[in-house]
């Protein structure tokens, strides 16, 4: 699977109106599903998997865990498409022996070498989603984040928008959404 997103960093100001404005906008219906996720992400000593443009992360959503591997990003435009694999991760143990995709499976394990996995950082946020809405048919989803990273002793906030195509034409999101919501 991949997914196609745009994602932008944000300060607190415009994370706290940015809902609002696109619901006075009518580019979204509904009240936000908010959520807490908290994500980490693991790689070799030597960062095998980031050197190979691979992410390897656990996330809790709920009461749920969820093992993902996400792929080499393309850029498209400022359109980042990523494939994406995710498996359930039952009391959020890693297993990679569970990945779905055969060939996504075996280019982490060779990648990863027999080697030991570890904690790179740590994300715990506040998602507030609602369902993007165009005139043609484009369905996306809009997320607001809103939490921290940390990694060992260091730690720092953030705030980012992601929009998020699950269907209809890349090319028309971006540009209505970014002559109507900025």
Not at 22 to 49: C, M, N
Not at 109 to 114: I, L, Q, S
Not at 142 to 162: N, T
Not at 167 to 177: I, N
Request: charge should be positive; include cysteine.
């Amino acid at each position: 699977m991949s997914e196609i997103e745009l994602k932008f960093l944000l300060d607190e100001l415009t994370s706290s109106q940015l809902g609002v404005r696109a619901k006075a906008l009518k580019l979204v219906t509904g009240r936000p599903k908010t959520r807490t996720l908290k994500s980490i992400y693991l790689d070799t000593p030597d960062h095998a998997l980031k050197k190979a443009g691979m992410a390897l992360r656990l996330r809790r959503d709920g009461r749920r865990w969820i093992q993902t591997v996400k792929t080499k990003p393309e850029q498209h435009g400022g359109l980042s498409q990523v494939g994406e694999v995710e498996n359930p991760a039952p009391g959020g143990r890693l297993c990679l022996e569970a990945i779905p995709d055969a060939a996504v499976r075996e280019e982490v394990v060779r990648r990863v070498n027999g080697a030991p996995l570890e904690f790179v950082c740590e994300t715990v946020i506040r998602r507030s989603a609602s369902e993007l809405s165009l005139e043609d048919g484009t369905r996306a989803e809009l997320a607001i984040d809103i939490g921290e990273i940390h990694a060992g002793a260091r730690s720092a906030e953030l705030h980012e928008l992601e929009i998020e195509l699950h269907r209809g034409q890349p090319g028309r999101t971006v540009r209505h959404c970014t002559s109507t919501v900025s």
